[in-house]
């Protein structure tokens, strides 16, 4: 007797061929390409950071920092021209060209602050996580206490700290001055509280599963375990937020130099180049609104790849 | 606590020369500065300034006119007893100097986070109902600009619109410093008006967090199943969302807006700064560029101790809504 098929339009799976059974599996980057893909915003986003970033780097091509620093009061405060398509700030330097050589520096102190942020937070949250214990509890009530003041208070309050005479440094033929380090430093300093958390829960988790037993069973150090055998499996969420990371350093900055305790001219950078800008608001728009714009710019593209990422390789933490 | 309070005061000890603050050109003679350096304590090892401070020093006897003998009883008591010490700028008690402007960090913060919730309840459930229409999809994205925008640049936007472009064009334009204009005085309708675009700032900054939380909880208990009871049973559909699962989507809003709250102590910064606006965040930068320890360790102190408590606050208030958290 034959059962009629009660599903009749489904046809009958085509048998794999021996290269689709023993395909490669997929590694992390590339099934992480294959979804961060279809994040159409996520794309965007990645485009425009492209754009900003050549921005800030062929800019420097065409105009040379001597000219971004260069001040003529009696071009003070000139609206968008042919000349200056950015218009003159308060004391005539040109705000074109200050954008850019902001962007560097602005781009660099994200970059360099989220490297000194994410460094401490795997390390404190790794020896967190993985030893327990009195260290744990040590290190959280050290983690908390600086949770418990907000982010842009600390930040002030170590600015000031800080804030005595620095030399202007010279690197690569450039100067800076030298409170560009000082704020990379303090940044670094107060964020890693968030990245030590996740990482911690990562440990706490991880140091239980099977793999990590059988490192320890052959013998691995201590260290080994730790940074080459739980911290790879655990980098999907530490990869999201050093992301993110970088979009709140670039605007912490710019809230701490625009509140005067930032970076010190002649250096500039989008936020030092807003101070002092709400005095001007009625008569000169475009003292703020560019290097606004870019800031905005900037954050919002961070943002999207940020969200792209988490969906790409973290799908279970989601938040906003 | 301590952890914190102690790191602070090592930092703010190293913050520059407060006597050279201090009452202008005045201070200037060696003798006057030695004797002003007693006075405060300056002269004392760091740890002893910082039990002084703590506990204060009316248990002991300070020595005031430099003959290397203790001799004047101390009058400090100390932050543990309620003391938080003189300002250095301004010569009156810290925590009065706080105290003042707390109010006015409060009205503007808590009028805000009003709008925030409220604003953010109604868009965050009507988003859940729409989930994927047009409405829906131009809320993610605008809460996704908003929670990108640097709060210094919607401001000067907003001012720039707003007060200088309708000033310009004649139209009725908001005022952008201070909270009352002193021509009109200081009448409620003032206030509000003074309000406005501050409010707003703060509004568009954190309202895409909430929305997006709201939105998500909300859809969350949109798919339970005891939602497909009510409406099995035939309750109106109102009924079913405002009732059902707003009460049960409304509970994890509790935490954040518990979480929330300590910081909307220390204010805005950067919006109180704009806005010309006399609150607590303004005081605090006023003193931490001229070096003022009692003040700024007072707004600190404060706001720690608040995080505290609305944290207990919040898991008591937490359990009391879910029965179904209990704390042994």
């Known amino acids: 007797m034959t059962v009629a098929n009660p599903l009749p339009n489904i046809q009958p799976l085509k048998p794999l061929s021996l290269d689709e059974l023993e395909a490669p599996p997929l590694t992390l980057s590339k099934m992480a390409w294959l979804k961060f893909r279809r994040h159409k915003m996520a794309l965007v986003g990645v485009g425009i950071l492209v754009l900003m970033i050549l921005y800030c780097t062929l800019g420097g091509l065409v105009f040379s920092e001597k000219f971004a620093n260069y001040n003529d009061t009696g071009i003070a405060l000139q609206p968008p021209s042919s000349v200056h398509p950015f218009g003159t700030d308060v004391i005539g330097r040109d705000i074109l060209a200050r954008t850019i050589y902001g962007g560097q520096i602005s781009l660099l102190i994200g970059l360099i602050a989220v490297m000194l942020e994410t460094t401490l937070g795997i390390i404190i949250g790794a020896v967190s996580g993985y030893f327990g214990g009195l260290v744990d509890s040590l290190l959280m009530r050290f983690t908390e206490a600086i949770l418990i003041v907000p982010q842009i208070f600390l930040l002030l309050v170590m600015a000031k700290f800080f804030a005595g005479n620095i030399p202007n440094l010279t690197i690569l033929g450039r100067e800076f001055s030298g409170s560009v380090v000082v704020i990379i430093a303090i940044i670094g300093l107060t964020s890693w509280p968030y990245l030590a958390r996740i990482v911690r829960a990562e440990f706490l988790t991880l140091k239980e599963s099977e793999f990590v037993l059988a490192a320890r069973a052959t013998g691995s150090s201590t260290f080994d375990i730790i940074f080459r055998h739980i911290l790879p499996n655990s980098i999907a969420p530490i990869v999201v937020s050093a992301t993110l990371g970088v979009a709140n350093a670039i605007t912490l900055e710019a809230y701490i130099s625009f509140l005067g305790l930032g970076v010190r001219p002649p250096t500039a950078t989008w936020g030092n180049m807003l101070e002092g800008a709400y005095n001007y608001i009625d008569k000169a728009y475009w003292l703020w609104l560019f290097p606004g714009l870019l800031i905005l710019l900037i954050v919002l593209s961070i943002n999207f790849v940020g969200d792209g990422l988490r969906d790409a390789l973290d799908p279970r933490s989601r938040t906003i | ?328």
């Open chain 2, 1 to 328: 606590m301590f952890l914190i309070s102690i790191l602070l005061f090592v930092m703010l000890q190293n913050m520059g020369d407060p006597l050279a603050t201090m009452g202008g050109r005045s201070v200037t003679r060696r003798e006057d500065r030695e004797r002003l350096a007693r006075q405060f304590g300056f002269d004392k090892p760091i740890l002893v300034q910082y039990v002084y401070w703590l506990v204060g020093n009316d248990w002991t006897k300070v020595d005031i006119n430099g003959d290397g003998i203790a001799e004047t009883p101390g009058i400090r008591k100390g932050v543990l007893r309620g003391d938080f010490g003189t300002s250095l700028v301004t010569r009156q008690p810290a925590m009065q100097l706080i105290l003042s402007r707390l109010p006015n960090t409060l009205l503007l913060m808590l009028v805000s986070e009003l709008v925030v919730v409220l604003g953010a309840l109604f868009i965050g459930v009507y988003s859940a109902l729409k989930q994927y229409s047009f409405f829906d999809n131009l809320i993610t994205t605008l809460s996704f600009i908003g929670y990108s925008m640097p709060i210094f640049f919607l401001a000067l936007g907003a001012m720039y619109i707003f007060a200088v472009n309708f000033k310009r064009w004649g139209l009725p334009y908001l005022p952008t410093v201070g909270m009352f204009d002193p021509q009109a005085g200081q009448t409620p309708g003032q206030l509000l008006w003074h309000l406005i675009l501050p409010v707003t700032v703060i509004s568009v900054n954190s309202f895409s967090g909430y929305s997006r939380y709201i939105r998500s909880t909300m859809l969350e208990a949109l798919n339970q199943d005891y939602i497909r009871t009510a409406r099995a049973k035939g309750l109106p559909r109102r009924e079913t969302v405002f009732i059902h699962a707003l009460k049960n989507a409304s509970l994890p809003i509790v935490t954040i807006v518990g979480l929330d709250l300590p910081f909307l102590l220390g204010g805005a910064l950067v919006t109180e700064r704009i806005f010309a606006w006399p609150g607590m965040g303004r005081l605090f930068i006023d003193h931490v560029s001229r070096g003022d320890t009692p003040v700024v360790m007072g707004i600190m102190m404060l706001i720690a101790v608040a995080v505290v408590v609305f944290q207990i606050l919040t898991d008591v208030v937490y359990a009391w809504l879910d029965p179904r958290i209990r704390y042994n």
